[in-house]
């Protein structure tokens, strides 16, 4: 499987930080998974919102199609933050691009308010989601059926609450990819014990 991460400038570390740890874990564990982080824009270079600085891997494509794109949120809730999720819905780019790898195969993983950039591609109309809590019911007014649950599993694309809900996010896709063993061994190699509800489309 191959795995991305989207990264910009003013998303939330743990975000994204988190799910890539998980990931490359359960690949030292023996997982067929590769993962790296990706950027939309030409500088390599993201600045987080809390500051921390990140050098991407490389750059979003369809030509290298992911399997698997995992989407963050990031200052959605800080109205005048200059970066994040808001200014990146405004740019159009990453929820354009999320677009159309999805129309390609690529099942989408948002989390927290980076179901708000799913949401701007469309891809949510009608379908069941969660977000941050506190942005509930702006992703309900973008058309997302909302479903109160920490880990949303509607087939192509999974989303999960807000920031700690990466873990289980990541955790969850492992247990539907690999098996709940390999997920189990994840979440005691970094010591986290799984928590919330997953709702499935398929329960």
């Not at 390609?104 to 379908?127: E, N, P």
Request: charged letters at 20%; one cysteine or more; glycine letters at 10%.
């Amino acid at each position: 499987m191959k795995a991305q991460i989207v990264i910009f400038n003013g998303f939330d570390e743990l975000d994204a930080i988190a799910p890539f740890e998980i990931l490359q874990n359960a690949a030292r564990l023996g997982a067929d998974i590769q993962t790296e982080l990706v950027r939309v824009g030409e500088d390599p270079h993201i600045t987080a919102a809390h500051g921390l600085t990140v050098r991407a891997h490389g750059r979003m494509s369809v030509d290298h199609r992911p399997d698997l794109l995992i989407v963050p949120g990031g200052n959605w809730l800080n109205k005048t933050a200059v970066h994040g999720v808001r200014t990146e819905v405004q740019s159009g780019a990453i929820p354009t691009a999320i677009s159309t790898l999805h129309g390609a195969g690529t099942l989408i993983a948002g989390v927290c308010t980076g179901a708000m950039l799913i949401a701007a591609s469309g891809k949510l109309t009608g379908r069941r989601a969660t977000t941050h809590h506190a942005a509930l019911t702006a992703l309900a007014a973008a058309g997302a059926n909302v479903i109160d649950a920490r880990v949303v599993d509607d087939g192509d694309i999974v989303t999960s609450g807000g920031v700690t809900s990466g873990l289980d996010l990541a955790l969850w896709l492992l247990h539907r990819f690999f098996g709940p063993q390999t997920a189990e061994q994840v979440a005691m190699a970094i010591e986290y014990e799984r928590q919330g509800t997953v709702w499935r489309r398929d329960a």
